[in-house]
């Protein structure tokens, strides 16, 4: 399977914005999906994870309560709602596919990823 995101840019803090992950060529049902963030200098961190067929998510506790994942199957995307965004949440953003694991392993299948600003 291939990913694709988009839907970053800049935005005013206590913003939103709506991120999508396209994927193609694999059978995208058969993956849990995730979200995670690289800001410059720091590690790459877990945001949110789907399972395979949308019923259970998972969230760093930094995001829970203003970010919503969520998955259409017949659509092959993963979205990544994001609400009252914080200027410390300016990062890449990347989506990720695992066939083994709710939240995606290093050797997961990784999108090329979206830039997020947020501006204070």
């Known amino acids: 399977v291939q990913l694709q995101a988009s839907g970053g840019g800049l935005v005013q803090a206590g913003g939103s914005l709506r991120l999508f992950c396209a994927a193609s060529?694999?059978?995208?049902?058969?993956?849990?999906m995730s979200w995670f963030r690289q800001a410059p200098g720091k590690e790459r961190e877990f945001v949110a994870a789907?399972?395979?067929?949308?019923?259970?998510?998972t969230y760093a506790d930094s995001v829970k309560g203003r970010f919503t994942i969520s998955r259409n199957n017949a659509e092959n995307t993963v979205y990544l709602q994001m609400n009252s965004l914080r200027p410390g949440e300016s990062a890449v953003y990347y989506c990720?596919?695992?066939?083994?694991?709710?939240?995606?392993?290093?050797?997961?299948?990784w999108g090329q990823g979206t830039q997020v600003t947020v501006s204070s």
């Open positions: 990720a596919a695992d066939k083994y694991r709710l939240v995606a392993a290093r050797n997961a299948v």
């Open positions: 789907v399972s395979r067929n949308g019923d259970t998510t």
């Open positions: 060529g694999g059978t995208f049902s058969s993956y849990a």
